[in-house]
């Protein structure tokens, strides 16, 4: 039986880059999947493994780590290759530059057309949805632009920051394929006529060995 378990949400960006890593690294864990309908995140036998209630959650032994991003630094450095966090100063900095910007700039802004358009309530947040959308489009075109340079988010090869951003774009892409429902013109779905560079780097990615095991099962 392994040792390593992940607690996750299916459909969780957060969860995704965790479980996208762990099979890019080839670590085998058991996964251990929680109802967000149920409120199991808040169950008493859970927060006593995650004190807020909150995924993910990776058990590596007598080892319990909270947050992705702690997540992740955790498997680098426990599982060294193939690498997540680059080889050089460079290359860090360009990954978690990148995951920043995600983070600072992206993240909460996909949050505000998707939880409105996965509740069917597209048309009572109009203003909102957007809004967002034009400062979510401003972000991919950068990134559009980044990835005309390089294959991958933060420079030639693959890295956290690409198992960070892909997620959150997979949550965009979800929510925004259902805009005909309320009527609008986000000018962002499909990426392939788009973002022609975004939609390559997508499918790049959905080629890596495990991709599907990492798939939001309630998604499928």
Same mark, same amino acid.
């Given at each position: 039986?392994?040792?390593?378990?992940?607690?996750?949400?299916?459909?969780?960006?957060? /969860?995704?880059?965790?479980?996208?890593?762990?099979?890019?690294?080839?670590?085998?864990?058991? *996964?251990?999947?929680?109802?967000?309908?149920?409120?199991?995140?808040?169950?008493?036998?859970?927060?006593? @493994?995650?004190?807020?209630?909150?995924?993910?959650?990776?058990?590596?032994?007598?080892?319990?780590? /909270?947050?992705?991003?702690?997540?992740?630094?955790?498997?680098?450095?426990?599982? *060294?290759?193939?690498?997540?966090?680059?080889?050089? *100063?460079?290359?860090?900095? #360009?990954?978690?530059?990148? @995951? /920043?910007? /995600?983070?600072?700039?992206?993240?909460?802004?996909?949050?505000?057309?998707?939880?409105?358009?996965? #509740?069917?309530?597209?048309?009572?947040?109009?203003?909102?949805?957007?809004?967002?959308?034009?400062?979510? #489009?401003?972000?991919?075109?950068?990134?559009?632009?980044?990835?005309?340079?390089?294959?991958? @988010?933060?420079?030639?090869?693959?890295?956290?920051?690409?198992?960070?951003?892909?997620?959150?774009?997979?949550?965009?892409? #979800?929510?925004?394929?259902?805009?005909?429902?309320?009527?609008?013109?986000?000018?962002?779905?499909?990426?392939?006529?788009?973002?022609?560079?975004?939609?390559?780097?997508?499918?790049?990615?959905?080629?890596?060995?495990?991709?599907?095991?990492?798939?939001?099962?309630?998604?499928?």
């Amino acid at each position: 039986m392994t040792q390593t378990e992940l607690y996750f949400i299916s459909g969780s960006p957060p /969860c995704w880059s965790v479980m996208l890593a762990l099979e890019f690294k080839g670590v085998g864990y058991e *996964p251990r999947r929680l109802d967000n309908a149920k409120r199991e995140q808040k169950s008493p036998a859970y927060l006593k @493994i995650s004190p807020r209630g909150q995924v993910p959650v990776l058990i590596n032994g007598g080892t319990t780590v /909270c947050e992705t991003l702690a997540v992740l630094s955790y498997l680098d450095a426990a599982y *060294p290759e193939p690498r997540l966090f680059g080889t050089d *100063p460079g290359d860090t900095a #360009r990954i978690w530059q990148a @995951i /920043c910007e /995600c983070d600072g700039n992206l993240r909460d802004t996909v949050g505000e057309i998707s939880r409105p358009l996965f #509740r069917g309530k597209g048309r009572e947040f109009t203003d909102q949805i957007t809004d967002a959308a034009a400062k979510v #489009r401003n972000e991919l075109a950068l990134i559009e632009a980044s990835l005309s340079k390089a294959p991958w @988010i933060a420079g030639d090869n693959l890295s956290a920051a690409d198992l960070v951003v892909y997620p959150v774009m997979m949550q965009l892409e #979800r929510a925004a394929a259902r805009e005909e429902e309320a009527e609008l013109e986000l000018a962002i779905y499909p990426f392939g006529e788009n973002f022609a560079n975004i939609d390559v780097w997508r499918r790049e990615i959905e080629k890596l060995p495990g991709y599907q095991n990492a798939y939001p099962p309630h998604w499928k």
